[in-house]
């Protein structure tokens, strides 16, 4: 799923309308690594900063009703 604020123009790159052109290699592994990292729930989040992605963010979750000690370890 993706969400935009109200601030944010095509693509995610703020008001200006610039938008994210491209993602350099290092990155595209940055995001894949989180991905891979979040199991069967899980949120990645792109931030971008004039036209370039400035952080990921990752949030896991989990679900309570298969949920066994020890497994947000």
């Given at each position: 799923m993706v969400?935009?604020?109200?601030e944010e123009g095509p693509l995610g790159g703020g008001s200006d309308?610039?938008?994210l052109q491209?993602?350099?290699?290092r990155e595209i592994r940055?995001?894949?690594e989180a991905l891979g990292k979040l199991?069967?729930?899980g949120e990645v989040r792109l931030v971008?900063?004039?036209g370039r992605l400035r952080y990921v963010v990752t949030?896991?979750?989990?679900?309570?009703?298969k949920?066994?000690?020890?497994?947000?370890?």
């Open positions: 969400t935009r604020s109200s309308g610039r938008g491209f993602l350099e290699k940055m995001i894949d199991g069967e729930f971008v900063e004039k949030q896991r979750s989990y679900d309570a009703l949920w066994s000690p020890g497994q947000m370890a």
